[in-house]
């Protein structure tokens, strides 16, 4: 049966908590801060607590089952992890505190960066990026910059994207200036390789691929894919959305993948959202 509405247990009169008389002088807010009415429900403590149990139980999420997400797996974290993200000394700092201050936090990310650089087989790793879009964005304009730095800005402008990629690869490119141009797949789920044949020319600035990909399958034809673009002179990008599937297993910078992004919310544990 649906829930009804907190003011619908409003009683008028109703109060959670019975505040004791004050045993000093009250000191009256000025007339300007005082509001004349306050449309909120009046209901008692336990109302609250059951009704707003009774919401959560309707929820659905990753403490209550398997949470699949768009083209990713949103996975349950361990509760001491996200306690530790919570402690005052990380989830507190302000960006202008002295750095002799916070130099717990800092030897933790940087601890990081070479966890992550060894995990994915890369030279580096930055920690700027705020969500997984944001660092696909900073990595396509890193390719974008190494054409430049070649002479080549100009001519190379065109990403080559994948039908089963992660739905915001388009979007990354096109923010970054560059043509996208869609690569189907053949019977299997694999990026289709006479498409791509047909895409590789001088133009060409990169290569997104999920992998595995959207369709849950670890593409056949990847190292073929990745020879032939770099052939061409372009660069391949790694979305990470579904690096769960590799870890321990395989490097992508061994692989042939020259930019990456993980997603620390699905690949391991920082807090969703």
Request: proline share 8%.
């Amino acid at each position: 049966m649906p829930e009804p509405l907190i003011f619908e247990y409003s009683v008028p009169g109703r109060r959670g908590v019975e505040m004791p008389e004050p045993d000093v002088p009250e000191s009256p807010f000025p007339e300007g801060f005082l509001r004349e009415d306050l449309p909120l429900p009046e209901v008692s403590e336990v109302d609250v607590v059951r009704h707003f149990l009774r919401l959560s139980h309707m929820n659905y999420g990753v403490d209550k089952g398997f949470y699949p997400l768009g083209s990713c797996t949103m996975k349950y974290n361990p509760k001491i992890n996200e306690e530790m993200a919570r402690l005052p000394g990380f989830a507190q700092l302000h960006p202008y505190q002295d750095p002799e201050t916070v130099q717990g936090a800092l030897a933790l990310m940087y601890h990081l960066q070479e966890f992550l650089k060894e995990i994915g087989g890369f030279a580096a790793v930055s920690l700027q990026p705020a969500a997984g879009s944001q660092g696909e964005l900073t990595g396509i304009l890193m390719i974008r910059a190494y054409h430049r730095d070649r002479g080549e800005g100009k001519k190379r402008i065109k990403m080559l994207i994948p039908d089963s990629a992660h739905g915001t690869n388009p979007a990354s490119s096109a923010m970054a200036g560059l043509r996208v141009v869609n690569i189907p797949s053949d019977r299997r789920g694999n990026i289709d390789l006479d498409a791509l044949r047909r895409e590789c020319d001088e133009t060409v600035a990169g290569l997104m691929i999920t992998n595995p990909n959207t369709l849950g399958l670890f593409d056949e034809n990847l190292m073929e894919a990745i020879e032939l673009v770099h052939r061409c002179g372009g660069l391949i990008y790694g979305d990470g959305a579904n690096m769960n599937a590799l870890m321990g297993i395989c490097k992508p910078g061994e692989m042939g993948f020259d930019v990456m992004h993980y997603n620390l919310h699905k690949t391991f544990s920082t807090p969703h959202g």
